[in-house]
């Protein structure tokens, strides 16, 4: 099992280094295995394979799940399917006292359900990354925190580490991230800039004392509550199919086959848990929550909220401190092509987003495919590597950076609930609006469909854009040289 890579001697077969083992490397290095690339690299500055985040959701759309089922051996993405968490069954917005402004299920035409590709999942961040190192575990060099490169004259880079170990390679590929080293030495100017937005993340085990205060909209699936004075909360309710490192009872035969012998388990600690994030203006919270500990966030949390449901209040009191931390949620600029060259960027490293879509890492795990698809036509002679990484870049700029406008949109400082005179009437106003979608069935399936629209619209558009640029590619060659 997760194994199922073939080479061929003849083939192109150049030296891929990928700085940075999160999900978009990681699926870019599964991609480019099973399309027979044997030099492939990854180098990452986490000193094991147990560290990094612990434990908090990703949403993983139909794209993404494409994304992946492209890169990975199957029997890997059927491992990635029976590790994910339950499967949301609703997405509700509340007010700050839990009355429900709007609910949406299936019923209503939103794509939830348990298909394998089609459908909404919930993961933990901790587990993706256990599945994504299962099977390239032999080309990740962890603790190796990259410094610089320097383009050579045979048209390679060398990549410098800060240990004073250095790796050539033919493509170098910037996955490494929000403050990515890649990018700042490709891109100087091409900076993540302050929303004005700070969230605090926390979560709680699910014991039966927590389990009795969460309400059933906070149960079901992923829930918005937006509050005063711009005040947000978005929670999820995870509950995964194993418990202390083995497969619960009850789950079907092929699920418990699949995680008993996923050897990724010995290195994945997540159990059950309720995962909250508040978030607000940083201009109207009484401190900066950024350099505060677990447990005073906690307080700040508690301080903020004095009229919210006492179960939610709860809820707070009752989460882990050391599990508990502050956001200061970024957003890129949108950049103007860069010349072509044997480095290029996916993910948080070119187009680092706000989690007001929840795309961020879909759109990490498209630009993966995408990269790979074009690599491989390479290395079936159809384009040369300069023409491949160009219509790539080209693509992965206009999905990547209408994503990140459309998450801005949602999530600025400078939207008009957090505004200290028009916040209420902006509130008041929202309020309204989606309990009119919710009392109307015709307007909460449109709800519905746009919501689909959004999480399964992006792996078009970005064929399309790709489809443009290769057919403007052939009227007018690219004019870097060819670096093969």
Same mark, same amino acid.
């Given at each position: 099992?997760?194994s199922h890579y073939m ?24 991609? +480019? &295995? !099973?399309?027979?690339?044997?030099? *492939?690299?990854?180098?990452? %500055?986490?000193? $094991? /394979? ?77 587990? +993706? &990354? !256990?599945?994504?190192?299962?099977? *390239?575990?032999?080309?990740? %060099?962890?603790? $190796? /925190? ?53 969230g605090i993340a926390g ?17 079901k699936g992923v829930t +918005? ?260």
């Amino acid at each position: 099992m997760y194994s199922h890579y073939m080479t061929s001697m003849n083939a192109w077969d150049p030296r891929i280094l990928i700085v940075g083992a999160g999900t978009g490397g990681l699926c870019l290095a599964h991609g +480019l &295995r !099973q399309a027979g690339f044997s030099h *492939v690299t990854i180098c990452e %500055r986490d000193r $094991t /394979r147990r560290d990094g985040l612990q434990g908090y959701r990703v949403g993983i759309s139909p794209d993404g799940s494409r994304a992946l089922q492209a890169c990975l051996p199957q029997d890997l993405y059927d491992t990635f399917v029976a590790t994910c968490a339950r499967p949301p069954r609703s997405f509700s917005v509340l007010d700050e006292h839990l009355h429900t402004l709007l609910e949406v299920t299936e019923r209503d035409g939103l794509n939830l359900g348990t298909d394998p590709v089609d459908s909404e999942k919930s993961v933990s961040r901790m587990t +993706l &990354r !256990q599945v994504l190192l299962t099977g *390239v575990e032999d080309v990740v %060099r962890f603790d $190796t /925190r990259f410094s610089q490169y320097a383009q050579r004259a045979d048209g390679s880079v060398e990549a410098f580490f800060e240990d004073g170990t250095s790796l050539v390679a033919d493509l170098l590929v910037g996955a490494d991230g929000s403050n990515s080293r890649v990018r700042q030495q490709l891109l100087p100017d091409a900076r993540p800039e302050d929303t004005g937005i700070v969230g605090i993340a926390g979560k709680v085990l699910l014991t039966d004392e927590v389990k009795r205060l969460i309400a059933p909209p906070l149960w079901k699936g992923v829930t +918005l509550i937006f509050g005063p004075k711009g005040y947000s909360w978005v929670s999820h309710t995870m509950e995964f199919p194993w418990r202390d490192g083995r497969p619960k009872a009850g789950i079907g035969r092929t699920e418990a086959e699949l995680i008993g012998s996923w050897p990724g388990l010995l290195f994945d600690n997540t159990s059950d848990y309720f995962m909250w994030g508040f978030s607000g203006a940083r201009k109207r919270l009484p401190v900066d929550p950024m350099p505060l500990s677990g447990g005073q966030l906690i307080d700040l949390v508690l301080q903020l909220t004095p009229d919210w449901h006492p179960n939610l209040r709860s809820l707070v009191e009752l989460s882990d401190p050391s599990a508990t931390f502050p956001i200061s949620i970024r957003t890129s600029v949108p950049v103007a092509p860069w010349p072509t060259g044997p480095v290029t960027l996916l993910g948080d490293a070119i187009h680092t987003m706000t989690p007001g879509r929840g795309v961020g890492a879909n759109t990490a795990l498209l630009d993966a495919m995408l990269l790979c698809q074009q690599l491989a036509a390479v290395r079936a002679g159809e384009l040369d590597q300069t023409a491949a990484i160009a219509a790539y870049e080209a693509a992965m700029r206009s999905y990547g950076f209408e994503a990140v406008r459309a998450s801005l949109a949602q999530m600025t400082a400078d939207a008009p609930v957090h505004d200290p005179i028009w916040g209420g009437p902006a509130l008041a106003l929202m309020k309204t609006a989606l309990r009119a979608v919710n009392a109307l069935p015709p307007l909460k399936r449109k709800f519905a469909h746009a919501q689909n629209d959004l999480r399964n619209r992006q792996r078009h558009a970005a064929l399309e854009q790709l489809s443009h640029t290769h057919a403007a590619h052939e009227q007018q060659p690219a004019v870097v040289a060819h670096a093969r």
